[in-house]
């Protein structure tokens, strides 16, 4: 099934919703935004992300993608997100979209 424009702009509004020190998963965003897997938002972020704060969208085990980790981190740590051992601490810097 293809991903429609709605579909793409509500993930984009989403991700550019997490505010500074805060991050949430692919599945979360997925979640909010009513798709069938995160693997759409993984999608949705590499084709249309450049202005979004990308950074703070992290897998399920709170681990950046492995070709943008380090960037990613220092992104991340630079707004005082909680690290440790290369993964955020989730329960304490994960983002809730209540109300989506």
């Known amino acids: 099934m293809a991903t429609t424009d709605a579909e793409i702009e509500r993930v984009?509004?989403?991700?550019?919703?997490?505010?500074p020190g805060r991050v949430a998963t692919y599945g979360d965003i997925a979640a909010a935004a009513g798709l069938s897997t995160p693997r759409t938002v993984g999608w949705i972020?590499?084709?249309d992300a450049a202005d979004l704060p990308w950074h703070r969208v992290?897998?399920?085990?709170?681990?950046?993608?492995?070709?943008?980790?380090h960037r990613q981190l220092a992104e991340l740590a630079a707004e005082g997100v909680?690290?440790?051992?290369?993964?955020?601490?989730?329960?304490?810097?994960?983002?809730s979209f209540a109300g989506s």
Not at 58 to 69: M, Y
């Open 12 to 19: 984009r509004e989403l991700v550019a919703a997490i505010p």
């Open 45 to 47: 972020m590499r084709t």
């Open 58 to 69: 992290l897998r399920a085990n709170g681990t950046p993608a492995p070709h943008l980790a």
């Open 82 to 95: 909680p690290l440790l051992d290369g993964r955020v601490d989730l329960r304490r810097a994960r983002h």
